[in-house]
């Protein structure tokens, strides 16, 4: 039992991490020379937010911060600077993780879109306080206009091809701790 338990541990965190390095590679891709008019959903931020209101225990803490880390090099975001808000963000929802399973989908949604707005806003105040460049207004809002409508997708996506759901009640992991 417990080892099958660890194996889908394991399992759950090897595979958010092989589907963030995919998501890293297709935003590295030179797909267009064009500046774009809109911007797509960050994939990345959405699976993160995901496994850690879905599963807390498939996504931690570390992984989530070097994952962040690396996509801020690889894609010349200041370095530290978003991957420490995702981790900020990330850590208020799995505390609330417990409390959100109980509810329904729509107050679900709407604690994501939360963390993704308060996020956007700290991410810009943050570039603006010290005179770093800012990518446009628009092309923000509508990253995450299309973040936000994008979650249920996601959600739909991790529930039908990784299996991730929202834990059963007393649910506990290989500690005895509860999920």
Known sequence: ?????????WGGRVGFALLAAAILLAQLLPLS???PQWAPPDWLLLITLVWVI????????????????ISDILLMRPPGLLSALVVFASEILRRRSANLRALSFPVEW???????????????VILFLMVLPRPPVMLTFSQ????????PLVVLAAYLLFGISRPAQGEVDILGKRI
């Open 1 to 9: 039992m417990a080892e099958a338990q660890t194996t889908r541990s």
């Open 33 to 35: 020379t064009q500046p």
């Open 54 to 69: 879905r599963r807390p225990d498939l996504a931690p803490v570390s992984l989530i911060a070097v994952i962040f880390f």
């Open 110 to 124: 709407i604690a994501a879109t939360s963390a993704i707005v308060g996020l956007t806003l700290a991410y810009r």
């Open 144 to 151: 995450t206009a299309t973040t936000v409508i994008a979650y």
